[in-house]
């Protein structure tokens, strides 16, 4: 009974261990020799982790040690089972060696390890930063990185680029589909050498059209222009795609009439005057309709009073308030059509 009771006790300890302390007690349990071979493929950081984790390490209980050698050949059987046929064939052998419920244990912790995306140590750091270590580099670098980057980050990258490159590395982010781990590798190793990386070893999906366009949105309106322009003589049908899929300012007039008063709730009067100020007659008239008799004479004394205004502050102002659009659609308070979309709404 007592045998027992201590088998139970040292089966809890492994299972609250933390990922940490079972790789310390693994590097351990295999030697100097291997281990240090193992140090070569890891970061200085995760170096120093596991240093400090086997230092406060006391003693290893055989029966801990055989059990976590045992969890990590099921993971890496997992892991194989995995490149080979996918999760589903990986769960089918497992549930035949280990049972349906260790199985499941096994195939749950490895998916939720593999969600970690390369490049993950770039999306904490400040794009100005990364845009002195990484301008220098290829498009299709660029393009590899700014696609693994939220959208916001990419697109103050995206827009301090030299122009020559800006609607290039669009176009390799529009027309980017898989990467392989060979690529991820060899880009994470160069750039660790100037700031630190996280490596993958699994395919990663990333890029796209809708990758591009979320970056585009959120980019001033000069890059935008320019980087489409561009695009449409470099490659149309991807431009035509890219661009059915964007929503700018005078794009407003695709919008209801409940939508649009629900955006002008939302919008700040100087900020709306200051964006109306280079539109054409169309957009402006949609959002006079959408206002009150006296607001509107308001609004129109507003920008008459206003006088000149420099582009690059209209271009600002119009931007906020697509932001504003772009928010009200994310949460489901308005429907924005696009071009080539079905506008039938149920």
Not at 242 to 249: D, G, L, N, P
Not at 309 to 328: A, G, N, P, T
């Amino acid at each position: 009974m007592a045998e027992t009771e201590s088998s139970s006790k040292k089966k809890k300890d492994i299972k609250n261990m933390t990922g940490r302390q079972k790789a310390a007690v693994f590097l351990v349990s295999i030697g100097s020799d291997i281990s240090s071979d193992i140090f070569k493929y890891l970061r200085e950081d995760e170096i120093e982790t596991l240093t400090f984790e086997i230092a406060r390490m006391e003693t290893i209980e055989p029966d801990q040690k055989d059990a976590i050698l045992t969890e990590f050949q099921e993971l890496l059987m997992a892991n194989q089972f995995i490149s080979i046929g996918g999760i589903d064939y990986a769960r089918e052998l497992l549930e035949k060696s280990l049972g349906s419920q260790k199985a499941i244990d096994i195939i749950n912790r490895l998916t939720s390890s593999l969600q970690v995306r390369p490049f993950d140590f770039i999306r904490r750091t400040d794009p100005a930063h990364l845009l002195n270590f990484i301008q220098q580099e290829l498009p299709q670098t660029i393009a590899l990185i700014l696609a693994y980057l939220e959208p916001n980050k990419a697109s103050v990258i995206l827009q301090n680029l030299p122009s020559e490159v800006q609607s290039e590395v669009a176009r390799r982010i529009a027309i980017m589909d898989r990467t392989s781990p060979e690529v991820l590798r060899e880009v994470e190793r160069v750039l660790e050498k100037k700031l630190s990386t996280l490596s993958s070893e699994d395919y990663t999906a990333a890029g796209g059209v809708g990758s591009i366009v979320e970056i585009l949105n959120l980019v001033d309106r000069s890059s935008e222009k320019q980087i489409v322009e561009a695009l449409e003589e470099e490659d149309p049908e991807l431009a035509e795609e890219i661009k059915k899929r964007m929503f700018v300012f005078e794009d407003i007039v695709m919008l209801d009439d409940r939508s649009i008063q629900k955006v002008l709730r939302e919008v700040d009067q100087q900020e709306l005057s200051k964006a109306l100020k280079s539109v054409q007659e169309e957009v402006q008239d949609k959002i006079f309709k959408n206002m009150s008799k006296r607001a509107a004479q308001m609004l129109k004394e507003d920008m008459e009073f206003m006088g000149p205004v420099r582009l690059k502050d209209v271009e600002e102002s119009q931007q906020k308030i697509v932001s504003i659009i772009r928010h009200l659609e994310d949460t489901g308070e308005i429907v924005v059509a696009r071009a080539g979309e079905d506008e039938l709404v149920v």
